[in-house]
């Protein structure tokens, strides 16, 4: 016995090992025979039957049948067990309620278990088996109905393939899309419900659809998740019959009639069968496939109203993923195909949501579609829709989208008006009109084109002429264009023509609504900028008389401002408007026509140009018919001329104004004064925008040539003078600040002029060597008549040669300012200020040139001392004859050191005595002016004592304003200016020795010989 019993136990392990080694592909039926059944062990026959997933449908179904097969035995022991449960009730009937019959069926079941663990295991595994063989059958018929085979010979399909004749059409999306995306040992290693939303997932719609009719009992459920699973820009059409349907009758979701494959299941899948397994712990020996995903179970069919909010939610989800519009809306068709209500308000929304997307234009690089959702559209205000479909639109097409999209979507909105309770007829006029006026004029025009009145009225956008009269209006006068008056002309040329007889009132009636739309136009803190949208409200009230004389005015002013634009100075329209009783407004428009005109890039150079220029100004300060005034109305003929000559000459067209001035047509109109004023004018402003002084070119050259065009007259010459004077100074390179030059703009501000001759000699070391050419600069600077400034000319000269120690030049120029001064002194009386300042100048010059004590000449020294006691006030004569006796103590010492050296005798006595003959005449002209005692007495002690009193007392009056200093700082000297000499007396010395040496010349003068 017991060496059969090991023979037995060799040969099943024989026959084990065999079958773990044998590979999947190579069973067949037969050899899981031939392996399987020799062995005896249920369990392990059966373990192995559930343990190997095959490719081959045929041998998988063989394998199962197999373990099927083996799990009998265990199902007929455990089921007697559980159903001889029923013996003993009589027995047990007085137990508690709780202990019941089923209750008394499990235990024993669950204690058979316990004790033939081997059972329980066969029955879990034969429910496992009985799940598989299903799964197994849906899985052929799948592949039978969904997946049909292609019989075709190969050889044959490459023979015919390029055949012509042949039906060699492409297969449908849900043919392509038909192979399943997983093998038969995953499609029986999944759960039921991960299976079929991946199905879905997939788009294997009829593979769903077998699945659900075979396992419907446990799928239902979850249909809604399965649903859910399917792409959102699948095609409802594709799987249309997996969506639910509703049962008129009881309004509610229709339910779904499954058929399994076996009506009736296996013992051992019961509930309380599978709960005893559950309950005995007994570790499994293989788990059955289980769900990953746990959505929301739906039991019951769903009411109409969760079922449309389901239906709403796909549609969203569908929008939000994909943006297939298409998708969404076949749902929905197909949704209300099968009873489904409560969707038209959504469907609306979809089908103007798919003209948004599918039928307006949009750029190719277009971001939009981010916002393309359902929520975006539901959320939009009518308004926003209305701007969103013709956002895109063009002057060539707005028309067609407004019929065919914007239209569409103003009736719905009234009839959802309509439905709820609140009609509104004007609806769609307004949000129509509110578009218009806020479009560019190019949109308006092509509206405009498709609502001519010479169109029927049903090919008409706008069909209301007042309307479009007031629309225009306030699109025209509402718009800031300044480049668009062909379309402004053509929008002009759709309007309505109306033949009203105006009479006085009305007309006057009209006149004062333009003149309120012209106070309504004017920017305020609180209306900044009155918009089209603001105008429309204006003229709605207006009625018919009114609107067409505004469409008369509105014909000049688009006239108007097609000359504004072609002379570059384009306007507004409502500036129109608004000037119409502005005077300062018009001439500053008119100023700037004419200089724009000819300040442009393309610059008027014809005399033909600017006569048409000339032409369009007159035509818009006239009035046209029916006493429609121009824009430049309020300007007369003569101010017009005069404008458009000061624009002409500003453009440098000189030759041009000068024949329009004088030729025989005498195009412009204008007196000689107003010539030359205008020229001064714009020859004044050429000058003060001129960067360099130099008249040969630029702007000063402008400034120079413009004083030719007028008659020539003192004004002018003296203005070309100070061009010529300006370019002078300009060419001595003098500087403003550190390293920028003078511009000429601030030689004509200058304040006082002569300091920029003065300036001229301080930077230039030779300048004052040509005192000619330095006059003829003072008397271009405006001073040609002025011998004050003449004369402070040649004391800069003077003090510019004393600088430079050129004695003989500062001597030969002082002479020319003497003789100015005695001329000036002769021609006026003394008490002339001019007569006072040049005498001022000239002293102080002569009495510096004088006393400079490098100056070696003393016979010249000596005559411009007597020169500066001419012309010296009586004040300070005692500084110039201070200055003469130490001229003269100086020329005494060098006399005597020179007469012991040399006993000849020369000329030098003669002259000594011929210059002070000059000074003491001079001096006593001058003292007898001063009413001093008569130099003829015969003099004595008496008078000796006296003369020395009185050249003390005389030198008291004026040792106080005694330059008692060699030549110092000059009069005339500029700033930073230093000396090259210095004092010959310091201090105390200096004082007392001017005391003795003033005191004795005036003692020696008035008849003391001490």
Known sequence: MASSSNAANSGKDDLCTRWTQLPDDQLTPELIHQCLDPIADDL??????????????????????????????????????????????????????????????????????????????????????????????????????ALPAQENDPEEDAEWEDDPWGDSSIPSGSQAKASLPLSLPD????????????????????????????????????????????????QASDYRDLLPKVDASERREEVYSATPWRPEGDWTEDGAVQATLDAVDVAPLLDAPCDTVHPQSHPSPLDEATLVQWYQTRIQNIITASGVLDSALALVQHAASQGVQGLDEIAEDLQLLSRLVYDVPHPDDSAEHAEWTLDWWKSLPPAAAVNAFLQHATRDNVAKLIQRVVNPYLFVLEAR????????????????????????????????????????????????????ARLALACLYGSESLNEWPIMSQIFEC????????????????????????????????????????????????????????????????????????????????????????????????????????????????????????????????????????AFCLLRREEIHRIFLNGLLSSGQFDIARNMLHSHKKLLKLSPAAVEEISLSVSQEFYDNASSGNFHFGDMKLAYECLDVPRSSERTIREKEFIEATSRLCAYNLLSRPGIPITPIEIRLSKDRLSLV?????????????????????????????????????????????????????????????????????????????????????????????????????????????RAMELAPAETLGDVLSAWHRLEADDLAQRREKRRRDTSVGDGPRK??????????????????????????????????????????AFNSVAANLPFGGRGRSLFSQSGDRSRSSSRFEGAEASAQATRVLQKGLGWLLGDES
């Open 44 to 145: 392990w026959v059966t373990a192995a039957c559930v343990e190997r997933l095959l490719e081959d449908p045929d041998v998988q179904r063989s394998l199962i049948e197999t373990g099927l097969k083996r799990t009998e035995a265990a199902l007929h022991r455990s089921r007697a067990i559980f159903e001889s449960g029923d013996e003993d009730e009589d027995e047990e009937q007085e137990r508690t309620r709780l202990d019941t019959q089923e209750q008394r069926r499990r235990n024993a079941l669950a204690s058979h278990f316990k004790d033939e663990p081997a059972d329980a295991q066969l029955c879990r595994l034969r429910a496992l088996l009985f799940h598989r063989l299903d799964i197994l059958s849906t899985y052929v018929q799948i592949c039978q109905e």
């Open 187 to 234: 499609f029986l290693s999944i759960g039921l419900l991960d299976l079929a939303c991946l199905l879905a997932s997939s788009e294997c719609y009829a593979a769903v659809g077998v699945l659900m009719r075979r396992h419907g009992v446990y799928l239902w459920p979850y249909r809604l998740a399965i649903l859910e699973s399917i792409p959102e820009q699948a």
């Open 417 to 468: 008006e309509e439905r709820r309770g609140h009609p509104d007829p004007e609806l769609p006029k307004r949000l129509l009109y509110d578009y218009i006026l806020q479009a560019s004029l190019d949109i308006v025009a092509g509206v405009f084109e498709a609502s001519k009145p010479t169109l029927p009225p049903s090919q008409r956008l706008l069909r209301d002429d007042e309307d479009m």
């Open 495 to 630: 309007l309505p023509a109306w033949n009203i007889t105006e009479d006085e009132d009305v007309a006057e009636e009209a006149d004062t609504t333009l003149t309120s739309l012209a106070a309504y136009l004017v920017p305020s803190t609180t209306q900044p900028r009155v918009t089209p949208a603001d105008l429309y409200i204006f003229f709605r009230p207006l009625p018919l008389t009114a609107l067409s004389r505004a469409l008369d005015f509105l014909d000049v002013h688009l006239e108007s401002g097609e000359i504004f634009a072609r002379w570059s100075v384009p306007a507004p329209l409502r500036w129109f408007l608004q000037s119409r009783d502005n005077i300062s407004e018009q001439r500053a428009w008119a100023t700037r026509m004419a200089h724009r005109a000819g300040g442009s890039e393309e610059r008027l150079q014809s005399q033909e140009d600017w006569e048409w220029l000339l032409e369009d100004m007159t035509k818009l300060s006239g009035s046209g018919e029916g006493g429609l005034k121009g």
């Open 758 to 866: 003065s300036r001229v000699l301080s930077s230039n070391a030779e300048a004052y060597k040509h005192v000619q050419i330095i006059l003829e600069l003072v008397h271009k600077l405006g001073f040609r008549d002025d011998v004050v400034a003449e004369v402070k000319a040649l004391a800069m000269l003077t003090d510019t040669a004393l600088n430079a120690d050129d004695f003989d030049r500062a001597y030969e120029t002082s002479e020319m300012m003497v003789k100015k001064v005695q001329d000036l002194r002769a021609a006026c009386s003394s008490d002339d200020s001019k007569v006072q300042q040049a005498s001022e100048v000239c002293w102080v010059s002569c009495f510096q040139l004088g006393r400079h004590p490098e100056f070696e000449d003393t016979e010249k020294r000596t005559i411009m001392l007597g």
């Open 912 to 953: 000594k005595v011929a210059s002070q003959t000059f000074v003491a005449s001079t001096l006593a002209s001058r003292l007898q002016q001063l009413h001093m005692p008569d130099l003829h007495m015969p003099t004595s002690p008496l008078a000796h004592s006296d003369a020395a009193a009185l050249a003390g007392k």
